[in-house]
């Protein structure tokens, strides 16, 4: 067998969404592979830098998830619930995402939004604040749905509309 970069991110992304985030290690990606661990550093320095792969990885197939999105009446809402349905459909690769985001998906990620945010008088200071609010909420709604919305017997995406709703309200303010 060939190792390349290519396989090893694959697998260690498919290790994330099998068996979480914490189960990425050089042992186990290595086990996955049928290789001995020290065959992974041919290519990879240490974990960090597969985990800076996989990150950049599972940032571009959540960005891609997110562009397919139709902006329509609610261009945030529409936004929000694409992002929320692939980080709970995805958590190993959501998961993998959240190291990044300086690089150039990072980049178009972050500009996706501030798209969205254009209906807005924001200068760029409020422009950023309001990025990181929106993406924090989604963020939170991604967790709840993980931990079943600390079991409450309402709803989460009508939680996920209220919280987006206010949040307009406040960027018109």
């Given at each position: 067998m060939q190792l390349t970069k290519t396989m090893i991110i694959d697998t260690a992304l498919s290790l994330a969404e099998q068996q979480g985030y914490e189960a990425v290690t050089m042992a186990?990606?290595?086990?996955?592979?049928?290789?001995?661990?020290?065959?992974?550093?041919?290519?990879?320095?240490?974990?960090?830098?597969?985990?800076y792969a996989m990150a950049e990885a599972a940032q571009k197939q959540l960005y891609e998830a997110l562009t397919d999105t139709k902006q329509g009446k609610q261009p945030l809402l529409s936004l929000a619930k694409a992002y929320v349905h692939f980080g709970s459909s995805h958590p190993g690769l959501?998961?993998?995402?959240?190291?990044?985001?300086?690089?150039?998906?990072?980049?178009?990620?972050v500009q996706l939004i501030a798209d969205r945010l254009t209906a807005y008088e924001l200068n760029?200071?409020?422009?950023?604040?309001?990025?990181?609010?929106?993406?924090?909420?989604?963020h939170g709604i991604v967790d709840l749905n993980k931990h079943e919305?600390?079991?409450?017997?309402?709803?989460?995406?009508?939680?996920?509309?209220?919280?987006?709703?206010?949040?307009?309200r406040g960027l018109q303010s």
């Open positions: 186990n990606i290595a086990r996955s592979l049928s290789i001995k661990p020290p065959s992974l550093y041919n290519h990879f320095k240490n974990l960090e830098e597969i985990k959501y998961s993998s995402s959240l190291l990044g985001g300086t690089g150039e998906i990072g980049e178009k990620l760029e200071t409020e422009k950023i604040h309001a990025i990181r609010g929106f993406r924090s909420i989604l919305g600390f079991k409450l017997d309402v709803d989460l995406e009508k939680s996920l509309e209220q919280m987006i709703g206010i949040f307009e």
